[in-house]
């Protein structure tokens, strides 16, 4: 499986965001999609993630309310809507595969994408 994130940039807080990951490879439609994150000097993160179907999702606290995860199975492809951004949003954000919903363990990795927030 190949995923790879897109959608990073530089935004003001209050601003929004869509980050999209596209999924390639053999029986993809078979994984729970999310997205972590890391901020210079801290350790990755969990953000999001979603069901197979897409019917079932949850969000770190921290990001509870802002931003909300999306798939199309059609497309291979979960995004992340990302709204109301703060400055302590600025991280790498990861797309990542897992057969579990809690992405734990997470069996691959997408590039990362670079989110900015200015305050």
């Known amino acids: 499986v190949q995923l790879q994130a897109s959608g990073g940039g530089l935004v003001q807080a209050g601003g929004s965001l869509r980050l999209s990951c596209a999924a390639s490879g053999r029986f993809v439609s078979n994984y729970a999609m999310g997205w972590f994150r890391q901020a210079p000097g801290k350790e990755r993160e969990f953000v999001a993630a979603?069901?197979?179907?897409?019917?079932?999702?949850y969000y770190a606290y921290f990001v509870k309310g802002r931003f909300t995860i999306s798939r199309n199975n059609a497309k291979n492809t979960v995004y992340l809507q990302m709204n109301s951004l703060k400055p302590e949003d600025t991280a790498i954000y990861y797309c990542?595969?897992?057969?579990?919903?809690?992405?734990?363990?997470?069996?691959?990795w997408g590039q990362g994408t670079q989110v900015t927030v200015s305050s």
């Open positions: 990542a595969t897992s057969t579990r919903l809690g992405l734990v363990p997470v069996d691959y």
């Open positions: 979603i069901s197979l179907s897409g019917g079932s999702s």
